[in-house]
């Protein structure tokens, strides 16, 4: 059975490549109905939050994608060390009680002029009988793994995305698995809860491909069965730079996109598309089509890239796509979040229900984001508005103010109040003044919404309803 896990680490807010990596995991175990876990990875105490946590609650919240099993490792740190005690019980690691500050792992594990730092020989070779003694006499130590060496080993494995992945098992150092403090590192941690929540393929992103090495040795240490790996490609910057929350700060945020106003099946759609496709020029899905569609192997190799500016934070494709989706998802879904974000804005939506539906499924086609049902369409909603400069230039058009101001009376008089008939009196106004049509059309849209481009200008009459179209012709 196909079980998937996502395993963020609460320091932070949830970055915009997380996210994808979650979705991803969703898609695939969803389109084989396997379970899809959520594990947080809150073991580094010195920099975990409280906020950071609730952010990624409230990121994966928004996407409106569910899990099935949820775990803290925090909860099973016992089961780490124990596991950990168990590969060395096996003689698989061993005690390594040199200072921290002169191991020199960290500092030349990067390279140096003898090479990359593969171990300390010295504690490698220390007899059991050594290594016991100095442990009860409360010397500190590391446990590492012991790699092995000089046999020829070749760790391989066939990534569900790069294909075939090999190396030298005499290229890899001694990892550690537990610290001087007995805290079990992230190897450790992580391998021990993959092994124990058996999890049967494991989908993370393309920076943890170089750890596989080690976590396959630890998966054949703990005797336990190897999952399969498949690592997704990195989202980098417009300038090739790999996303950080440190550099470039709210644009990798996914609460971002969800304050700009986007739809939550819009963003899927949307980090869906970077680094994967169906392979047919697809791009608006929705989250049926991207379930039936979704398999590793139209994932990408290269990285995605997200564009954005110092000005602008938001990807014009997932504007573009958003609009997409606004404009095609049932009103009676998308009403409920008009409404949302109207009452955030402290504007109220319109009387009856019906009626407000239609208002938004009329005024929707030129908007981007839901947040523009606020802004952009605040007339419909408000008496208080702006006046574009553009409006204000249909207004002082020759005539247009005073016949859109003797306009009004006749509208008030209409017997039925509809776009039909709006546009009838308008036009017989414009015939009996000997004036084009046009300049009342355009006059009365730039009166009553403050733009010049929008719905047709007799649905506009209708959106708004004939009390505020007498008062907004009148005052003009």
Known sequence: MVRVRFAPSPTGYLHIGSARTFIFNWLYARHHQGTMILRIDDTDVERNTDASLQSIYDGLRWLELDWDEEYRQSDRLEQHKLAAWAIFEAGHAYRDFTPAANSGEEAASAGSSKGPWLCNPGMRELTLEESERRAAAGEPFVLRFRVPRGAGRTIAFPDGVYGEQSKSADDVEDFALLRSNGMPT??????????????????????????????ILIFEALRAELPNFAHLPLLVAPDGAKLSKRKHGPVVSVTTYRDAGFLPHSYVNFLCLLGWSPKDNREQMSRRELLDAFSLAGVNRSNAVV??????????????????????????????RVKLVLEAAGLPALEPEEHFRWVVD?????????NDFATKGRAYFADDFPMQSEALAKLDAP??????????????????????SAEAALRELATEKGVKAGVLINGSRA?????????????VFAA?????????LSGV
């Open 447 to 459: 009166a009553l919404t403050g733009q010049t481009v929008g719905p047709s200008a007799f649905a």
């Open 186 to 215: 992230y190897h450790m941690a992580s391998c021990a809860d993959d092994a124990a929540l058996r999890i049967s393929h494991i989908i993370r992103g393309q920076d943890h491909l170089s750890n596989t090495f080690k976590h």
């Open 362 to 370: 009329t005024i929707r086609s030129r908007f981007f984001t839901l």
């Open 399 to 420: 005539q247009a103010r005073e016949l859109l101001r003797e306009l009004a009376p006749r509208i008030a008089a209409l017997p039925e109040f509809t776009e039909a």
């Open 464 to 472: 708004l309803g004939r009390e505020r179209v007498v008062k907004r």
């Open 307 to 336: 564009n954005f500016s110092e000005e602008d934070p938001i990807d014009p494709k997932a504007l573009w796509l958003n609009s997409q989706h606004l404009r095609a998802w049932p009103v009676e879904e998308l009403a409920p």
